[in-house]
């Protein structure tokens, strides 16, 4: 038989991400390439309590399906955690809880756009929101970024353009910390510019920060959501990287008006996300075991940071630039030479280390020079080994 595929679906390509997935666990292998936490990280005797616990106590609920927007116990220990760690407290009616954060940007180019529309990002962005947008088939417009993220007078300037063009942009979606792939955290003086500038245009921005919990060096950066002008900013947060990805549990925090049409999509997509890992997320949080597991996570994990930060200077000094992080999972690495990472992977995977290239991660299919490393996923010798590896291959 021959099956005729949606326009949508044949337009689409695998990500590099999962592919490189695929090879993490060959053996010999060191993967700088998935955004894979330290299974070391995985705080496994407390969630086996807290399943135990789940299974005792809510067990028919816990089995049970359950209502869209989520299990109302989870979503006010979300709210609370919110209010403790990120500065806002949202009302629980602004929460939707999602089969992990992936989830969340497809229901946003579902929501907020139609096939064809435009939307803004940062250049390079997220291989996963890539992915979920051009799923919707919307056209991702990049904006260029430096250390201090994205750069706002070029957003203005991108704004100005598409509007003359009538492609005035659907949203601005941002991860302005530790952003992926590149590291860089939008200062608070660009993220109140941000929000001035999508306010006197009326376009809505989305703030993603799976990664904001983890920081190893410098003083928090207030969430836009948090700040003046900010409680229309679409807020997508997530347990991957403070509890477990496998859970697969998300979150998203929206004006009303906006979640009510979330609720909708997300009827179609799953009618619910997993009560069970809800009811997990619940206890973890309700018994504050998330906080003293993200100070733990931030232990492991700034040694690694500094493992990559060292391993980098002493291989590509004079040959790359490259991001030194104060927080998160990734070091963007931009070659001088000029050389084509993703012409140089098979290489790199034959000579045991993988990463993902730079063009994984480009709306325009730019950044061909680049690459990302990922520091917390592998051993400190791992990280500088595998750097070594990818020095020596860069000199070939």
Do not use: C
Request: aromatic letters at 10%.
């Amino acid at each position: 038989m021959a099956f005729k595929f949606s326009d949508a679906v044949s337009g689409m390509k695998p990500s590099e991400i999962r592919e490189m997935n695929k090879i993490a666990t060959t053996p010999g292998m060191i993967s700088l390439g998935g955004g894979m936490p330290g299974p070391e990280s995985f705080p496994k005797k407390e969630l086996t309590e807290i399943m135990v616990y789940v299974m005792e106590n809510y067990g028919d609920m816990a089995m049970q399906y359950g209502n869209t927007l989520g299990i109302s116990s989870a979503i006010n220990a979300i709210s609370g955690m919110l209010g403790k760690t990120e500065g806002f407290t949202p009302d629980p009616t602004q929460i939707i809880v999602n089969s992990g954060s992936q989830q969340g940007l497809y229901e946003l180019g579902t929501v907020l756009a139609n096939p064809g529309d435009t939307i803004i990002t940062e250049e390079p962005t997220y291989v996963g929101a890539i992915s979920a947008f051009s799923g919707n088939r919307l056209r991702m417009e990049g904006v260029e970024m430096d250390s201090n993220g994205m750069i706002v007078e070029k957003l203005e300037q991108t704004l100005k353009k598409l509007i003359s063009e009538h492609r005035a942009p659907r949203f601005i979606y941002t991860i302005p910390t530790f952003q992926n792939p590149t590291g860089y955290t939008m200062n608070e003086e660009r993220r109140k510019h941000l929000l001035e500038i999508a306010s006197g245009y009326d376009i809505p921005v989305v703030e993603d920060n799976p990664y904001g919990k983890l920081r190893y060096y410098g003083n928090d950066v207030k969430t836009m959501r948090s700040m003046k002008g900010g409680e229309n900013v679409i807020y997508l947060g997530t347990f991957s990287k403070v509890m477990t990805p496998g859970l697969r549990l998300g979150y998203t925090v929206a004006p009303e008006e906006v979640m009510e049409k979330f609720n909708l999509i997300k009827q179609a997509l799953d009618l619910a996300t997993n009560s069970f890992s809800q009811f997990v997320a619940y206890e973890y949080i309700r018994r504050g075991i998330i906080y003293t597991q993200i100070e733990e996570n931030k232990r492991i994990y700034r040694k690694k940071r500094d493992a990559m930060v060292t391993a980098l200077r002493e291989n590509f000094e004079g040959k790359g630039e490259w991001s030194e992080p104060e927080g998160g999972m990734f070091s963007w690495l931009t070659l001088k030479s000029g050389a084509d990472t993703r012409a140089m992977k098979d290489k790199a995977i034959k000579n045991g280390v993988a990463y993902v290239s730079g063009q994984a991660f480009s709306t325009n299919g730019s950044q061909k020079s680049s690459m990302r490393l990922n520091f917390t996923f592998g051993s400190v010798d791992q990280i500088t080994e595998g750097v070594r590896r990818i020095g020596k291959i860069v000199e070939e």
